[in-house]
């Protein structure tokens, strides 16, 4: 079964509007961390974001910000005003606190429209 | 700049060889991570170390090993390749390679491509 699920291979908006990617998740475990990585075409992987399970906010970082809904195992990332340099692929990733190794889903295809 | 170095940037062997995958953590972190991201199989997890010690294992073959020195670096070695062995090769660091830790630095990667 798959840990994490990222139900949007691609997405195609409007620059300056807000965009939000999809993630659920699937796990047992009370204690686990919630990831969001970009990776531009260049090929790097950049932390965006974290959100812990004990969390009792959700977490922002600048125009990011993840809407993290515990109860349905969702933690949905955010970017507010789009830019054209968000065109890149985003990744949803999950570490479990029984397993120390991190997760991912098959990502998000971002593109901007000017 | 991550603070994880990777070498080589780009690798290019034939099949059948052998390479060594190289990986220096940012300074501190105890814990290195390996994963394999190719095209139709996205980022899989291969193998962590932490302070020199295997802790996880995920899906690597068994013609793939890796070990962490004494001076934290890591290194993933590829036998016998063939072309399905073609991806881009992450590592990445983190200080205690708990869920504690808010997150894990990723190096460049290393691009190999077997012909």
Not at chain 1, 44 to 52: N, P, V
Not at chain 1, 91 to 107: L, N, P, Q, S, V
Not at chain 2, 16 to 45: A, I, N
Not at chain 2, 60 to 89: K, M, T, V
């Amino acid at each position: 079964a798959q840990k994490i699920t990222q139900t949007q291979p691609g997405m195609f908006v409007q620059e300056k509007e807000a965009v939000t990617l999809d993630c659920t998740y699937d796990t047992s475990d009370p204690s686990y961390g919630l990831f969001w990585y970009k990776q531009p075409s260049s090929g790097e992987m950049i932390f965006l974001i974290y959100q812990g399970s004990y969390d009792q906010q959700n977490a922002t970082e600048g125009r990011y910000s993840l809407n993290f809904q515990k109860a349905r195992k969702s933690a949905n990332l955010v970017i507010s005003a789009s830019q054209l340099g968000d065109s890149a692929m985003y990744f949803c990733a999950m570490r479990e606190g029984a397993d120390d190794k991190i997760i991912f889903g098959k990502g998000t295809r971002l593109h901007i429209l000017p | 700049d991550s603070g994880v170095t990777q070498t080589p940037k780009h690798l290019i062997t034939a099949t059948g060889q052998r390479v060594t995958l190289r990986c220096s953590p940012r300074s501190g972190d105890l814990s290195v991570y390996w994963y394999q991201q190719s095209l139709d199989q996205g980022l899989q997890f291969l193998i962590q170390y932490y302070n020199g010690e295997e802790r996880a294992k995920g899906n690597i073959l068994e013609r793939f090993s890796a070990q962490q020195f004494p001076d934290l670096h890591s290194e993933l070695n590829l036998s016998s390749l063939e072309l399905g062995d073609s991806a881009l090769y992450f590592c990445a660091s983190s200080v205690k390679g708990t869920w504690e830790d808010t997150e894990a630095f990723f190096g460049q990667g290393t691009r190999l491509t077997v012909v």
